[in-house]
């Protein structure tokens, strides 16, 4: 059930972890969530009821990108963002700051805000903490995102510190900004580089704020997993219990089980989306690469026992020989099963926390990735002289 206002309820916990419910006007966002990533308002080589049939409550869509193509003004002419892209269901909006840092050639940093230049045409452009609310609005976004400043791990203490005391004081630009919108949220993100102390300042600070929520930022950009598992084992306890606590940019199945162990609700990602793409799929037996020799004669299915449609029926030698052709249609189902095996894993989640058994249920998964891992190198060893030959084309 939809409420008018916006609100997140616990209903278990299973040590750090938890299940629970966001609600709001447009639907209810049942956590852990995976978000999947509509950057420039598609799921690319998706349709929106499969993302939605898959059991997607939210997706993401980019500031950044809809700012410059088609712009945000011409969204609101059109309706706004949700029947521009035809997803009816909450939307996510990131603030465009990581990719005002990934993706522009030339921008200037200070306290005003960014200045850069599109990727696109080299035009300039300037993003301030309220440009960026006001974009989020006129997008019709359901919950917002500060507009932060993200810098690229490793880094000095004193870089951390300098973009994370920066983040706090757009936090609260962004706060004033976004004003009072029922049944709307801004989440803040937590800054601080890789230095703990830096992190729980800023997790105190934007706590102190009283947003409806907050995210994790900064990680996941290059730094190994058990630097980014630190950060959040230190944050958890400076993060509001009774808010939707949300990891950006995060992550590699793997990354997704142990940030839920440590108590974070929702998540997005590329990965699925972009690794399908390149001929790579998720699946309870681990990852494949459907570009490898090994399966131009393999007749069985990613994954008979899951219910997407791209993963039961499908063999894996079709599937090779249409990334091979560089065929659309390879494209296009690779995606849809590596999103449909993050929702079952989110479910998964889900299902063993409100049963108690989340560790159990880690560990289960865990180990299907490995066996998986196992008989794909007896595989290989079993058809090394045929692989060698069929990878010289």
């Keep these: 059930m939809t409420t008018e206002t916006f609100t997140f309820t616990v209903n278990k916990t299973d040590g750090a972890a938890r299940t629970g419910e966001i609600r709001m006007p447009r639907g209810v966002i049942r956590t852990p969530a995976f978000m999947p990533v509509g950057t420039a308002a598609t ?14 409550d939210v997706v993401l869509g980019n500031t950044y990108h809809l700012m410059l193509r088609p712009g945000a003004e011409r969204v609101a002419r059109l309706g706004g963002l949700h029947k521009f892209m035809n997803w009816p ?11 005002v840092m990934s993706l522009s050639a030339l921008r200037k940093i200070d306290e005003t805000g960014v200045t850069f230049q599109s990727h696109i045409d080299g035009s300039t452009h300037v993003l301030t903490p309220e440009r960026s609310i006001e974009i989020q609005g006129l997008l019709g976004s359901d919950i917002q995102m500060q507009l932060d400043e993200c810098v690229k791990l490793p880094c000095s203490d004193e870089v951390a510190e300098k973009a994370m005391r920066l983040s706090l004081r757009w936090a609260e630009r962004c ?8 049944g709307k949220a801004m989440f ?4 601080g580089g890789a230095v703990e102390r830096l992190r729980i300042e800023s ?8 947003l409806k929520g907050y995210a994790i930022g900064g990680l996941a950009v290059g730094e190994p997993q058990d630097v980014m598992l630190r950060m959040i084992e230190t944050v958890e306890p400076h993060m509001p219990s009774e ?23 929702m998540f997005d990602c590329v990965m699925p989306t972009r690794a399908g793409r390149h001929g790579q799929v998720f699946t309870r037996h681990g990852r494949m690469n459907l570009r490898n020799a090994r399966f131009a004669e393999d007749t069985s299915p990613l994954d008979p026992e899951s219910k997407c449609t791209a993963s039961n029926t499908y063999s894996r030698a079709y599937l090779h020989h249409l990334v091979r052709s560089n065929e659309i249609l390879g494209m296009m189902l690779l995606t849809w099963n590596n999103l449909a095996y993050y929702q079952e894993l989110t479910a998964g989640l889900r ?7 989340l560790d159990d ?10 066996r998986g891992e196992r008989d794909s190198k007896a595989d290989i060893g079993r058809h090394a002289d045929n692989i060698a030959m069929a990878d010289e084309g």
Excluded at 89 to 95: A, C, K, V
Excluded at 203 to 209: G, H, I, S, T
């Design 43 to 56: 799921v690319k080589a998706m349709y929106p009821d499969q993302v939605k049939a898959l059991g997607a």
């Design 89 to 99: 269901y909450p939307i996510l909006t990131d603030s465009g700051g990581f990719q």
């Design 175 to 182: 706060r004033v900004a976004f004003g009072d919108q029922p």
């Design 188 to 191: 803040g993100i937590v800054q």
């Design 203 to 210: 997790a105190k600070e934007l706590a102190a704020l009283d």
């Design 243 to 265: 808010k939707p606590r949300y990891l950006m940019g995060v992550g590699t199945p793997d990354d997704i089980v142990e940030a839920v162990r440590r108590g974070v609700d």
């Design 351 to 357: 299902k063993a926390i409100a049963e108690g058994r």
């Design 361 to 370: 249920y880690i560990g289960e998964v865990k180990e299907g990735w490995a």
